[in-house]
């Protein structure tokens, strides 16, 4: 693999611009709703952001300083006035109308009405919410770091929860988040979005409050292995003991894995045949580590 080299320093802001934003992928967005002094609406949406803390629960997004021009942006205005703002989320359902959002309307223009989105009142703050956002949280800004004064400078918006509205529709019956019900959308590079649902989704189960047998505890045939990915690998050192040997030598009985030990590549075999298990079900780690195992007694 051939790695390019790329320096920040010598690299024109734009160009790193995308290959920062092409790397750092996908993002969540802010559908961002501020007021001004006057009270007028502004709606705009931010991709540098994500939740940094949970008690306090603290959400941070950068308003950066436009790469071409060096101006900034209307929602850094009212929010250095005011300190509050309204974070909604994106789903599939409003994406395009959140495109409209990041035109650059003059200030005096509501984009909620450009984007054809409902207005509605906050309970504790000022800035109004968006009714078709399924999750929306109410802010008070904390602080406000400035990064540079160049253009692509961000300005760190590090903002307070003080309350939280989410659709009931898209809970499931434990009155968590289902991903697949609030459907939504995260920002990559240039034009390009992703939607975080459907077959885009899949469950990673890994013990974290137990320690588990590592990487460097598989046998050197399991970790040279022809057939196995590097994600096999990780699922089988996510385990949290060697497979038992008895328990191996015992599948040698098993009529299906012993066509698989008088192949003309009996490891390979074994090895593929667990593959097919770790892609198909993740819960089977044990059974396709036993079958992996068995390439050490052969």
Wanted: hydrophobic share 40%; glycine share 4%; charged share 25%.
């Amino acid at each position: 693999m051939e790695m390019r080299k790329i320096d920040p320093k010598t690299t024109p802001t734009r160009d790193f611009h995308q290959y920062l934003l092409g790397a750092v992928a996908p993002r969540p967005i802010a559908f961002v709703s501020t007021v001004d002094e006057n009270g007028n609406p502004n709606l705009a949406p931010y991709s540098f952001f994500n939740a940094f803390s949970s008690n306090p629960p603290i959400l941070v997004f950068s308003s950066n300083r436009r790469v071409v021009d060096n101006t900034t942006k209307d929602t850094l205005a009212n929010v250095q006035a005011t300190k509050e703002v309204v974070v909604n989320v994106v789903n599939y359902n409003i994406v395009r109308q959140m495109a409209v959002t990041s035109v650059q309307f003059d200030s005096d223009i509501s984009e909620f009405e450009k984007a054809g989105l409902t207005p509605i009142p906050s309970d504790l703050v000022k800035p109004f919410r968006v009714k078709e956002s399924p999750a929306q949280m109410e802010c008070v800004v904390k602080e406000i770091l400035t990064l540079g004064e160049h253009g692509g400078a961000g300005h760190l918006i590090i903002c307070e929860v003080v309350r939280m509205h989410i659709d009931e529709s898209v809970l499931d019956e434990r009155n968590r988040i289902n991903p697949h019900k609030i459907d939504l959308m995260g920002r990559m590079g240039r034009a390009y979005y992703s939607r975080a649902s459907g077959d885009a989704i899949y469950t990673i189960v890994q013990e974290v409050t137990q320690l588990t047998i590592g990487f460097d505890q598989l046998p050197a045939s399991i970790k040279n292995s022809a057939v196995l990915t590097g994600n096999n690998l990780g699922q089988l050192a996510g385990l949290k003991k060697v497979p038992n040997k008895e328990e191996v030598l015992a599948l040698k009985e098993v009529k299906e894995i012993q066509a698989l030990l008088d192949s003309e590549n009996a490891q390979n075999a074994l090895h593929t045949y667990a593959k097919e298990i770790l892609d198909a079900d993740d819960s089977k780690r044990a059974e396709a580590a036993r079958i992996v195992w068995l390439s050490e007694y052969i």
